[in-house]
């Protein structure tokens, strides 16, 4: 999707008086999980946290393309270079590895 889609859709949704503008079907899948089911989405969210395991789910889903890849972001943006790593086909490192 090029920077043209992208202000087209906005555009149109403004014209359409649309608060919210949802590019990809994950997001909306997730805001609508996130609506609908609060205290659903908020338990999982905070288990995948509590139990250590969000960052690599997200990661995963990052890239598969189903969320936005944050190594994806406008110049000058600040990046874990671990996490680039990952999102480009490595792997995680372990806890209690240093660098």
Do not use: C
């Given at each position: 999707?090029?920077?043209?889609?992208?202000?087209?859709?906005?555009?149109?949704?403004?014209?359409?008086?649309?608060?919210?503008?949802?590019?990809q079907?994950?997001?909306?899948?997730?805001?609508?999980?996130?609506?609908?089911?609060?205290?659903?989405y908020?338990?999982?969210?905070?288990?995948?946290?509590?139990?250590?395991?969000?960052?690599?789910?997200?990661?995963?889903?990052?890239?598969?393309?189903?969320?936005?890849?944050?190594?994806?972001?406008?110049?000058?943006?600040?990046?874990?270079?671990?996490?680039?790593?990952?999102?480009?086909?490595?792997?995680?490192?372990?806890?209690?590895?240093?660098?």
């Amino acid at each position: 999707m090029t920077a043209h889609d992208i202000a087209e859709k906005v555009v149109r949704a403004v014209e359409k008086n649309r608060l919210y503008v949802f590019l990809q079907l994950s997001a909306k899948i997730l805001w609508m999980n996130k609506r609908l089911l609060p205290k659903i989405y908020f338990s999982l969210l905070s288990f995948l946290y509590r139990h250590e395991i969000a960052e690599p789910v997200f990661m995963l889903l990052a890239r598969n393309g189903l969320i936005w890849r944050p190594y994806e972001r406008g110049a000058g943006a600040e990046l874990n270079p671990v996490r680039v790593a990952f999102l480009q086909g490595g792997t995680l490192p372990d806890k209690n590895q240093s660098f």
